[in-house]
């Protein structure tokens, strides 16, 4: 008794079906690509609404942290220095 895959069509966009493909590749592959082409355009669009209200809000986001005291103006953990003093023998771990 014959396999009764063997009767389909062996013709997707890569090439040959082999085994690592699935049943549903031959119509999934093409219409992929198909949106992929087709709504590229929308999502310039949206892109480009959408990445000037996102770095606002980053920037909000940093604002809001450096006032509260996570971080400083230049990106670095805000508050007291924790380690690089110097070690003398009342401090000899240099904290």
């Known amino acids: 008794m014959s396999n009764p895959f063997n009767k389909l069509p062996d013709n997707a966009p890569e090439g040959p079906l082999d085994e690592d493909k699935g049943l549903l590749s031959v119509v999934g592959d093409p219409l992929g690509q198909v949106l ?3 709504l590229k355009p929308l999502g310039s669009i949206t892109g480009a609404v959408g990445k000037p209200a996102g770095e606002a809000s980053m920037a ?3 604002q809001a942290k450096m006032e509260a005291g996570h971080k400083t103006q230049d990106d670095k953990p805000g508050g007291e220095r924790i380690g690089g003093n110097a070690q003398t023998g009342q401090n000899p771990l240099g904290l």
């Open 36 to 38: 992929d082409k087709g």
């Open 60 to 62: 909000v986001k940093e």
